[in-house]
């Protein structure tokens, strides 16, 4: 099995402390519809940097798409989270006499669960997990001004269209009047992304791995917008981290240029894929990089990732990594500012 060929880079139990052990992803992430990486409504402008277009002589500037740390990994911990919840494995925290059960965005994590070992918490108790998955922006390969368009969106009346009786079609006036612009990422965008996994076990890697092949919808939470589909496009093991997504995308960017092919929107996704290995090719080159999984390699892994996704397994599996951090739960200090920092570990266990 290939995950045994990142094992001197996957810690054996869960352990308090780091120890410099690095697995890093190569995500090659894709827009499949209208996608908006902002709270719709809210007119704030998508996200976008000027930066170098490419790595090497080229002093030329473009501003590309940026798809933020939060904007990737919040759905991917929600993901997980459902599965989590699906079987119990969320813990459930006292705050003010009142059980709060875990969860993202409030001030409450139960700092026992799956999620918030592995993706970390920060406690209002004094408690704090840091993340063992660190992500960065990850970077638009085409310029921003060909990859966005904007819609007028009708406000729409409460029988979910935009006019109130179907017998009005003709009547154009009556389509509602409170117009929205949006502006939205095309479908068929492409982000390029480093993601870096810090000391984590062989079912840490599964369940990571799994949230960002599960994950579908990104941005703004709508039941039309969003589609993302991810794909992996290489896995290295090492003692340092890989070049950043921005250097990535800008040596593909690179590649394309020398190879002649056009630079233009939409992207064969396969061309991409192509020249992203081709660049990530020579990366154990790299200070600190040692392992990069070949192909095939890489396909038995998410083999092995899927199985133990699978209707049949999923249960023992997520089970199986809860139980992993047994040794290491207590309950959460109780929050009274700075009091309860040094208290003693198993105290009043919240379950
Ligand atoms: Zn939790």
Redesign the pocket.
Known sequence: MSIQLLNSFLAPTYENFPKGRIISLVVLRKTLSETIFRTEGTGEPICREFVHTGSTSSKSIIERLVMTKRKQVAPERRKG?EF?RAYNL??T?KKKEEELM??LNTNA?????????LYG?AAGGGGAQKSRVWTEDAFSLLPANELLADRTINGVYENGTMRLRKEEEEDKEKASKSLNTSEYIKPGVHFLDVVTLKDVTADEFRYIVGNILLTSRYGAVSSRVGRMENQILGVFGGIAELPSSLELVQSVHDAFTASGKALEHPFEQQAIADATKQVISNWTNKRGVSVKLSDAEVTELIADVDRNWSEDERETFLKRLDASYEPFRHAPAESKKGKNKSKPKDTEAGG
């Open positions: 989270r989590l969320l813990r925290v875990c969860s994590p139960c700092e026992m669960c799956v999620d918030c070992f918490f």
